[in-house]
């Protein structure tokens, strides 16, 4: 896959040979098409989607926030996720288990969240359950790379068209099942999909997009927690 490496700006004409799905800032990258015109969001798809992870605290953040995002936008989350880390204890699951009615209050009073009860609820729900599957699994990591799609269940090419109907998948319904089994809330199959694209379990990014390389790379090399 060739990448743009040069720092000047690309010609009208070069942008316009560009895949669908794909866009070009002034520095020559090329980036999937939903993060364009924030660099917030910019950031976050370079630095952030799509990269693998084992990181429990990291893992049960991300399964909360995707929560949150429900019937929103990732960058309405995405600007309020410092909020959300400082109002939920940094999304640590043992301190957030510990909340009560007066954190739920504090919280529906809180505007640099989403306040809703349901959804809070539902977190402080989710990390007493967490805290029940790490002890079952041995860490929230070893329990959710089990549900990691094998290659001959990907796209067969990774553009916006392959990629943009698919909303879940067989992988991402076991695993909201498996949760749900369990006694997690606001962990749908929809939900789910796009946690695994986030963090790394598929690598979702539009085949020409300069980190796509860099986050297979980072797959190749991601240790599987046993």
């Given at each position: 896959m060739a990448e743009a490496t040069t720092d000047a700006p690309l010609s009208a004409a070069t942008a316009q040979t560009?895949?669908?799905?794909?866009?070009?800032?002034?520095?020559?990258?090329?980036?999937?098409?939903?993060?364009?015109?924030?660099?917030?969001?910019?950031?976050?798809?370079?630095?952030?989607?799509?990269?693998?992870?084992?990181?429990?605290r990291y893992l049960f953040e991300k399964l909360c926030l995707e929560g949150f995002q429900a019937g929103l936008s990732w960058l309405t989350i995405l600007r309020k996720?410092?909020?959300?880390?400082?109002?939920?204890?940094?999304?640590?699951?043992?301190?957030?288990?510990?909340?009560?009615?007066?954190?739920?209050?504090?919280?529906?009073?809180?505007?640099?969240?989403?306040?809703h009860r349901a959804k809070i609820l539902s977190t402080i729900n989710n990390a007493r359950r967490a805290l029940a599957l790490i002890e079952e699994a041995g860490s929230l990591a070893a329990f959710l790379w089990?549900?990691?799609?094998?290659?001959?269940?990907?796209?067969?090419r990774?553009?916006?068209?392959?990629?943009?109907?698919?909303?879940?998948?067989?992988?991402?319904?076991?695993?909201?099942?498996?949760?749900?089994?369990?006694?997690?809330?606001?962990?749908?199959?929809?939900?789910?999909?796009?946690?695994?694209q986030a963090v790394g379990m598929v690598n979702d990014h539009i085949e020409g997009c300069s980190c796509r390389a860099e986050a297979e790379a980072a797959r190749r090399a991601f240790v599987r927690p046993a």
């Open positions: 560009l895949a669908p799905g794909l866009y070009q800032d002034g520095t020559g990258a090329v980036r999937c098409f939903w993060c364009e015109g924030d660099p917030l969001y910019e950031a976050y798809h370079d630095r952030e989607w799509g990269r693998p992870t084992a990181d429990d996720r410092e909020s959300f880390r400082a109002g939920f204890a940094n999304f640590e699951p043992a301190a957030v288990a510990a909340f009560g009615d007066a954190d739920v209050e504090r919280l529906l009073a809180d505007a640099g969240i989403v306040r089990r549900f990691e799609p094998k290659a001959e269940d990907r796209p067969a990774f553009d916006k068209a392959s990629l943009m109907p698919i909303t879940f998948t067989a992988q991402s319904t076991a695993l909201s099942k498996a949760l749900k089994a369990r006694g997690w809330t606001f962990v749908g199959p929809t939900t789910m999909h796009a946690f695994m």
